[in-house]
């Protein structure tokens, strides 16, 4: 069983990935631990070494960290392993059929590069708003120049508007909350993370802004936003007015494979992987928040998706470099519970597996300083969310795996109108 | 300040997602090994308990637990 990086020859031009987050990382690590010796480059847009990204909303903004790049190894960590790094360039288009990678570079000019296997791993973008934005005063967060923007104008005072009340969105309220600024948030959907952990766990979570001195105002969209030179605030779909002398705006992402466009490779909701990550091609694979594959959990029909969570983007990584050096069959399937995690108004959320519905609790304090939510999938437990709970969280994702019934689960179920009549329904 | 026993610091690198960011807060307790999961360092016993607390608290996947006086520190 070999894959594609084990048959080539002395001269051969050897791996190439595209993108220097953390997805193209454990590629580059994996296939160095994986005994592949020869040429691996990584062409990637930022100027920095590979950076951690989740501190970015949270311990950046706080002032935790400092607004540098928290990278995960020198310069000479890359050297040690044989690593190319191309850092402040940009590919601008792939040439499958005569296997070039072209690349434009800030000064304007373009190089060809030869790749032997090609790792698309260029995640994604904020979405911004649909409507004009002012010159000063709109931010979004994804780099690390982001941040350290935003928390210079946090540290002005203003009064801070958010919109969308997703992982991103509640993070950077937390974290203005915590410098204590005036916070609103607004959020289209009539429940706030509804998507990503269904209504009621999302409703549960969503009190958190209001615990802690935040306004949440769900069912309202934003039409347009006030002031010419720098925002003033947000007009919503009712017709009212939100004030706000600084806006973030965290309505999700988009991958970044525009310049993929001509490429011929398959495009769906960023590259459209096969279950092995592959793009159509056996020297062509996709990893992480840039791709989308058919995931699969234990004993159930797959279903396409693109995960925009740090750890399956490294694992994502971590399983095409294992692709190209053992072969799909042995590497098999990329198969993933999609755990996430999101630190917020001082508590960690965790969580994994199929989310999207309503969840039966199984531990609640009101104060949701603890919760412990199980989510059925037919017959079986098919998720788990939990808040400051690690050891009951660990138990429950592995029966999840493990594909335990939910019999198992049942008997501890609580209603939530009765463990709630002590604290506040939100 | 009165004189008190270091705090034990275990990290189950099982878990550990190899983020870093525990590094980045406490530099002198954790390090990032080059195989990309997170050590402890023997100058871990010499941190602050506050330093060491925030980075436990931080931890991603919540794999580092704290031991003062034989007991666990409640991190939330
Ligand atoms: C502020 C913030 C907080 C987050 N918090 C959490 C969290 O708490 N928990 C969690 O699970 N996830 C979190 N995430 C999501 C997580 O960070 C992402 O899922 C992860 O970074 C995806 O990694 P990636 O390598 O696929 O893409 P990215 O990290 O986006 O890296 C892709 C890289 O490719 C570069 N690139 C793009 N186009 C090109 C091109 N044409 N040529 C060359 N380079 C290119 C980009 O500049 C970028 O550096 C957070 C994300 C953000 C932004
Ligand atoms: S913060 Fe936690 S998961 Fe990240 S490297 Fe440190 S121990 Fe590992």
């Known amino acids: 069983m070999t894959g594609v990086l084990t048959t080539l020859r002395a001269g051969d031009p050897g791996l190439v990935v595209v993108g220097g987050g953390i997805a193209g990382l454990r590629t580059v690590q994996t296939v160095r631990s994986a005994g592949y010796t020869g040429r691996v480059t990584v062409v990637a847009a930022e100027r920095h070494l590979p950076y951690d990204r989740p501190p970015l909303s949270k311990q950046v903004l706080t002032g935790e960290l400092a607004p540098e790049a928290p990278v995960y190894h020198g310069a000479e960590y890359f050297a040690d392993l044989g690593i190319d790094l191309m850092l402040g360039q940009q590919a601008r288009r792939l040439d499958v059929e005569r296997r070039v990678l072209h690349v434009g570079d800030a000064g304007g000019g373009e190089l060809t590069v030869p790749y032997s296997a090609v790792v698309i791993a260029t995640g994604a973008r904020p979405r911004r708003l649909p409507c004009a934005e002012p010159p000063e005063g709109v931010h979004v967060v994804r780099t690390v120049e982001d941040a350290a923007g935003l928390r210079a104008e946090l540290l002005t005072g203003p009064q801070v508007a958010v919109v969308g009340a997703g992982f991103i969105g509640a993070e950077v309220a937390s974290s203005a909350r915590a410098l204590g600024l005036d916070v609103t948030v607004i959020e289209s959907a009539a429940s706030p993370l509804a998507r990503a952990i269904g209504q009621s766990m999302g409703d549960l979570l969503g009190g958190l802004h209001a615990r802690n001195g935040v306004r949440l105002v769900c069912g309202r969209g934003v039409t347009g936003l006030h002031g010419t030179d720098r925002v003033e605030g947000l007009l919503l779909d009712d017709g009212t007015s939100v004030a706000a002398d600084l806006v973030v705006v965290g309505v999700g992402v988009v991958p970044d494979v525009e310049w993929l466009a001509d490429s011929g490779l398959p495009l769906d909701d960023g590259v459209a992987c096969d279950e092995y990550l592959r793009a159509g091609r056996s020297e062509v694979l996709g990893a992480g928040d840039a791709v989308s594959w058919p995931n699969r959990s234990p004993g159930r029909d797959a279903y396409r998706t693109r995960s925009q969570q740090w750890t399956t983007a490294g694992d994502q990584g971590r399983h095409v470099a294992e692709v190209l050096v053992y072969g799909a069959d042995a590497a098999g399937p990329f198969e993933h519970d999609l755990y996430f995690w999101s630190d917020q108004y001082g508590v960690k959320i965790q969580g994994a597996g199929l989310l999207n519905r309503d969840a039966a609790l199984l531990e609640l304090r009101p104060d949701r300083s603890r919760l412990v939510a199980a989510y059925r999938d037919a017959d079986r437990l098919g998720g788990v969310l939990t808040v400051n709970h690690p050891k009951e969280f660990r138990r429950l994702r592995a029966l999840a795996a493990a594909g335990a019934p939910w019999s198992q689960i049942a008997p501890r179920e609580m209603s939530l109108a009765d463990d709630l009549s002590g604290g506040d329904a939100a | ?76």
């Open chain 2, 1 to 76: 300040m009165s004189h008190t026993l270091p705090i034990e610091v275990q990290l189950d690198q099982t878990e550990c997602c190899g983020s870093g960011l525990c590094a980045s807060i406490a530099p002198t307790a954790f390090r990032l090994d080059t195989s990309g999961v997170a050590v402890v360092l023997d100058t871990a016993a010499t941190t602050d308990r506050d330093v060491l607390v925030r980075a436990a608290k931080n931890c991603p996947t919540l794999c580092i637990t704290l031991t003062d006086n034989g007991s666990e520190i409640d991190l939330f």
